[in-house]
């Protein structure tokens, strides 16, 4: 157990919808990252934040979103969900901005799938 | 593209044999990171080479760096069932660009 916690664990929702996936970081982790992972893309980063504010982007759509607020927890809003967007998004914490290559603790994946 | 590329895409061994992975990446590096992931669950961090380290070592675990050839080396010895999982490594983009980027990583099979 790493100590970092997503929810939902499964999502299945229709194409045009909404979602919004949560997690909290480890006790005393101050970054928070995203990640979606699918069979042909691979891991690819989404976005950093650390200590409430957005760190570092990847290859996020403009569809997406995240935030994370003042207890450290974030959560990432999907829109206007396509199919393809049917992939396991992860969250990763650690203790540093970034500012250094750190150790990423990753939670258990919210599995998303759009029908 | 991935900047970190492992071969072979897949391995499969019996158990009590070595198991080794290879990395390559394309850019220059601060750090590289082995992460493992059991079959659609979280990944782990297994191990942590900086960029001026050529050889790292963790139980089983065996890391090499060649950063002339961009490239690492994950070996596992005495593999065991249940090391059956995916590895992924990870690099960062050197200088100050400390985003991680996984490759695709190597699905390790170990057949008791």
């Known amino acids: 157990d790493s100590g970092v916690t997503q929810t939902p664990k499964h999502l299945i929702t229709a194409t045009g919808q909404r979602v919004t996936l949560r997690c909290s970081p480890r006790s005393g982790d101050l970054s928070v990252y995203w990640y979606q992972q699918s069979l042909d893309q691979g891991l690819q980063f989404l976005i950093q934040?650390?200590?409430?504010?957005?760190?570092a982007k990847g290859n996020i759509l403009e569809r997406f979103s995240a935030q994370q607020f003042p207890d450290l927890h974030s959560e990432l809003n999907l829109s206007s969900l396509e199919l393809g967007d049917s992939a396991l998004y992860f969250c990763?914490?650690?203790?540093?901005?970034?500012?250094?290559?750190?150790?990423?603790?990753f939670g258990p994946g919210t599995r998303l799938t759009v029908l | 593209s991935q900047q970190g590329e492992e071969d072979p895409q897949a391995l499969s061994i019996q158990e009590g044999e070595n198991a080794t992975m290879n990395c390559s990446y394309k850019?220059?590096?601060?750090?590289l990171q082995w992460y493992r992931q059991n079959s659609g669950r979280g990944l782990v961090h297994l191990i942590l080479?900086?960029?001026?380290?050529r050889e790292k070592h963790s139980g089983r675990l065996r890391v090499t760096l060649d950063t002339s050839k961009k490239s690492s080396s994950l070996l596992i010895t005495a593999s065991r069932a249940a090391d059956t999982a995916s590895y992924f490594c990870a690099t960062d983009g050197g200088g100050s660009n400390y985003k991680l980027t996984f490759g695709k990583g190597t699905l390790l099979t170990v057949n008791p």
């Open positions: 934040y650390y200590n409430g504010e957005e760190r």
């Open positions: 990763a914490s650690s203790p540093s901005p970034g500012i250094y290559t750190d150790t990423q603790y």
């Open positions: 080479i900086r960029s001026n380290e």
């Open positions: 850019t220059s590096i601060n750090n």
